[in-house]
């Protein structure tokens, strides 16, 4: 059966994590007060992966911008991504804290761990600045996801979260027309 997210909270963890050259600890509190954006993918050093972080790591100012941190999650150590990062150049590019998640904590949270391959599926969960999911979508290991897509997601999120009495339509983009939901539309859109 498939669970629903939305509007799930976040369960509290603690993660090592890889960001900037630098070892660190990541954990609930650290994603409290705004935005947050967790990026699953299956490992390092592998394929479809670095085109999707390289994708990120090139529009991590506009997340920045939109008061957004990005999360990039595997199954693969801390170590793994500092030894990625020192050998591949798009993964040395890459700002946002790499979090580790060998033990799958966070992929079981998620449901999103492939238990028999020992690697998370390709997943986006979107999450609110009190721990609350607004939006996920998952793919299966071989689909590549798009950052414009999830920053233009994110970015809907954050306008419905702080507009409540409109809705964004769709490749709505900020700046572009709302929805008032409202009788008079029944069946004029």
Known sequence: MTQNFINQEVADFNVNAYQNGDLKQVTKQDILGKWSVFFFY?????????????????????????????????????????????????????QYPMLADPAGKLARFFNVLDEEAGQAYRAVFIVDPEGKIQSYTINNMGIGRNAEEVLRTLEAA??????????CPANWHPGEETITPSLDLVGKL
């Open 42 to 94: 299956p490992a390092d050093f592998t394929f479809v992966c670095p085109t999707e972080l390289g994708d990120l790591a090139d529009h991590y100012a506009e997340f920045q911008n939109a008061n957004t941190e990005i999360y990039s999650v595997s199954e693969d150590s801390e170590f793994v991504h500092k030894a990625w990062a020192e050998a591949t150049d798009t993964i040395a590019k890459i």
């Open 158 to 167: 954050q306008f419905v979260a702080e507009h409540g009495d409109q809705v």
